[in-house]
């Protein structure tokens, strides 16, 4: 059965990257009586271990979300920023921005002949304050905002603001609540600054220092009009990676999940992204290096306010990353 | 202050004896502990009270260029090392290799351009360095295929306490951070002084992996972009109005509570900061916090116009005030209870 009142909280919870807090604390709420350990490293991972003497294996989702941080605060209260994670001028024109004040904005645009050639710098939020001193007091330069939307569900889908990777943290909530009988050693990691270049996962990498690591993150989909041509798509289970531009998956890992996929009747597909990475780039290259993979989440229209996956897809996911966690 | 001095080293990325060798002889001096490690960072140790390991980084290196070929004519063909801004490279004079020979950057003149080449910066492959020799023979007598070049650029103090020189980025980092060392502060820090960040951030990692600071600060001279063309909005940072402190760039999303204590601590010692308020750019602080466990960071900097040229300007206000400011973050942070 798809929680949605969990699924709910975690999309509408403030957390772009570097400023995790709020969805940190949400998510230790959710968890803490259901594991041995629970710790934040120097960088904000949350880290929760179930202890076990055997196997060590680190999940990883990452709990932050692409935003914008302002840069300038003018003279008539108009707000200046720039991006924080993988988001483009031309896809932000009227969209609603909500701070963790809670208080809101809209990004409006200078005057440009050329819409082509709109750039970051052309955007400005206005914030709906003409009171000038208020805007002073309420907006600093280092302020991050989110998206503003509404979260929405279907009999089969959820569209909604950060799915990515929101619904990862969904899926290892879920999979450590009901976390199978075994002697593995096993650590749900909620990693932040994904979307700035994996920063928290290389850290947790190390710190952990584990014999198997699989990241569980969204991934494209090629089954939308005029698409990337890729393989994945809606309702066609969990995806298992083969590689994307940061990790060529272990083998051995990759047929593991096939395997246990089999095994346990989970409907699965391969999955090869031609671009992006997860949080397995970083963690394969620590140390001495860790056999990692990653379990996708197939999701249309990824950097948006309205992301899109589906549920049955979820489901299976979180079947293959239990029995990931017990293998 | 050391500016001078340190300014008129060469010490491009890779190759920063020069740099080094002045730091050593100065912490010799100030009977300082230190060691270098395997890349040539200088890690020196000024022991104090301590709650935390505190690492403070400036880099040594500067960006240039390398000798990559010579020609038939003796004209030598070189190579960018680091973001160097290659619209002022025609007509600068520089110091080739160990022996310093001096040369000049040169490209065709002025009257044998196109139309369209006129309008533009040369691309540094239409670019050359002559050292006023004839043949290839007698070029090779004094240069080789591989070594370093650095702009030659007296250090100026000049204007309203102004001041005008190569390498100021890092140089003034690396200025005060020998300053720092100099007051034996009775808090522990290690000052670094690192190699290859303009090409990368490299030494500052193994330095990080050495020390495995829990706080690590990083003194750098960043951009400013205040000229009357630019909209206020795109300035980065203004040059005479305080120590800068990064909030975001490329290698470092920065912990904004640690970033805003260190805004309090210039507020109750009136010390003059404004934010560095670009997302472009990147320095030490995006190695030090991912190695290992990770670490807290915050960049403290000086606005330098011009910068990755050779001719930066600073202003020695914002060099009072970031020297001030650090050592205000490091006493509070390695206070007792």
Do not use: W
Request: glycine content about 8%; hydrophobic content about 35%.
């Amino acid at each position: 059965m798809f929680n949605s009142e969990l699924m709910k909280k975690l999309s509408d919870c403030f957390g772009p990257s570097g400023r995790e807090k709020y969805i940190r604390e949400l998510i230790i709420d959710e968890i803490k009586d259901y594991v041995d350990e629970i710790s934040t490293d120097p960088l904000g991972n949350l880290i929760a271990r179930k202890k076990g003497s055997g196997k060590k294996i680190m999940f990883s989702a990452h709990m932050d979300q692409i935003g914008l941080i302002v840069t300038h605060v003018d003279e008539k209260g108009f707000l200046r920023f720039t991006n924080v994670g993988g988001l483009k001028a031309k896809n932000l024109l009227g969209l609603h921005m909500v701070f963790a004040n809670g208080l809101e904005g809209v990004i409006c645009q200078e005057e440009l002949k050329d819409k082509e050639k709109l750039t970051m710098g052309k955007l400005f939020l206005d914030v709906g304050v003409t009171d000038k001193e208020f805007v002073k007091q309420n907006f600093r330069v280092g302020d991050m905002c989110v998206f503003k939307s509404q979260y929405y569900e279907t009999e089969d889908c959820v569209i909604c603001k950060a799915a990515d990777d929101r619904i990862g943290c969904y899926i290892l909530i879920e999979a450590l609540k009901n976390h199978p009988n075994t002697d593995n050693d096993v650590y749900y990691v909620f990693s932040v600054q994904e979307e700035v270049g994996c920063r928290g996962a290389k850290t947790a990498g190390y710190s952990i220092n584990p014999d198997l690591a699989i990241a569980v993150d969204v991934t494209a989909t090629g089954d939308t009009p005029d698409e990337i041509i890729m393989e994945v798509k809606l309702d066609g289970g969990a995806a298992i990676k083969i590689k994307d531009n940061s990790l060529i998956v272990h083998p051995e890992v990759k047929d593991m999940l096939t395997y246990l996929s089999e095994k346990n009747n989970i409907k699965y597909q391969y999955e090869i992204l031609e671009f992006g990475g997860t949080d397995a780039g970083p963690i394969h290259l620590s140390r001495e290096g860790v056999p990692s993979g990653v379990i996708s989440i197939p999701t249309r229209n990824l950097h948006t306010s309205g992301e899109i996956f589906s549920k049955k897809d979820v489901e299976e996911c979180i079947k293959l990353v239990r029995a990931a966690a017990g293998h | 202050m050391f500016l001078k001095e340190l300014t008129e080293l060469s010490g491009v990325s890779g190759y920063e004896y020069e740099v080094r060798n002045y730091i050593k002889n100065k912490l010799k001096e100030i009977d300082c502990e230190y060691y270098i490690d395997k890349l040539g960072n200088v890690i020196a140790h000024n022991k104090g009270r301590k709650n935390k390991t505190i690492m403070v980084a400036a880099h040594m290196d500067e960006v240039g260029l390398i000798v990559r070929q010579i020609d038939s004519k003796g004209l030598i063909k070189f190579e960018a090392v680091g973001g160097i801004d290659q619209r002022v490279l025609n007509s600068k004079v520089v110091l080739v290799g160990d022996n310093k020979i001096p040369g000049v950057i040169g490209s065709k003149a002025v009257h044998l351009m196109s139309k369209e080449e006129r309008g533009k910066s040369l691309p540094i492959d239409k670019l050359y360095i002559d050292i006023g020799t004839d043949s290839k023979e007698e070029t090779e007598k004094l240069v080789s295929i591989g070594d370093y070049v650095s702009f030659k650029s007296d250090y100026v103090e000049f204007g309203d306490n102004m001041i005008k020189g190569k390498a100021l980025d890092d140089r003034v980092g690396c200025s005060i951070l020998l300053e720092l060392l100099s007051m034996k502060l009775d808090a522990d820090f290690y000052g670094v002084f690192t190699v290859m960040e303009e090409v990368g951030l490299r030494g500052a990692e193994t330095a990080a992996y050495q020390l495995e600071p829990d706080l690590g600060i990083v003194l750098e001279g960043t951009v400013s972009a205040d000229m009357p063309e630019v909209e206020d909005y795109d300035k980065t940072t203004i040059i005479g109005k305080g120590a800068a402190l990064s909030i975001m760039d490329n290698a470092t999303v920065y912990d904004i509570d640690v970033v805003r204590e260190v805004a309090k601590i210039a507020e109750d010692n009136n010390i003059q900061y404004q934010y560095r308020t670009s997302g472009a750019g990147g320095n030490d602080a995006g190695a030090i916090h991912k190695t290992k466990k990770g670490a807290k960071v915050v960049s403290i900097s000086i606005p330098c116009r011009y910068i990755h040229s050779s001719v930066s300007v600073a202003s020695k206000n914002d060099y009072e005030n970031v020297l001030r400011l650090t050592k205000e973050v490091i006493l509070e942070n390695q206070k007792g209870d």
